[in-house]
């Protein structure tokens, strides 16, 4: 099966002040084994400052922050929103990042791309990132 394209996007330019202006970043699909990438990313983002909170479907803790299991659920502003789930469910996670009202940018790691989904999450008004490692972005952009 051949991946699709990302049609909506953003630059590195963006990325960079996406970063700069965030500082509540949720990770949906946050994992608790250490030898995902989820965690690894999580872990990444809360060791450079960001207040990281996991989303995801079991236990009550990971990386040492209170886990919810959706993000409606989540009772404080959220910046920005790393998503680590199958393509297939970037519908329902883009509209539950429109819906909330706050989330000023979605992001999608390597490899997840829904280009309608994306397209919804851009006319709301929210930033897009698709396809992109946020924690190499951020290295990348700061060190």
Known sequence: MQCELPRVNSNPEEMKRYFQEAKTIAVIGASPDTTK?????????KDV???MIPV??????????KVY????????????????????????IADAVIARGDVKTYWTQ???????AA??????GIN???NY?????HRNLFN
């Open 37 to 45: 990438a989820s965690n690894h990313v999580a872990h990444y983002l």
């Open 49 to 51: 400052g960001y207040k």
């Open 56 to 65: 995801y479907p079991k236990y009550d803790e990971i990386l040492g922050e």
């Open 69 to 92: 299991r959706s993000l409606a659920e989540i009772d404080v502003a959220v910046d920005m929103v790393v998503v680590f789930r199958k393509p297939a469910a970037l519908d329902a």
């Open 110 to 116: 390597l490899n997840l791309i829904n280009n309608d």
């Open 119 to 124: 397209q919804r999450v851009k006319e709301a």
């Open 128 to 130: 897009v990132v698709q």
């Open 133 to 137: 490692c946020a924690m190499v972005e």
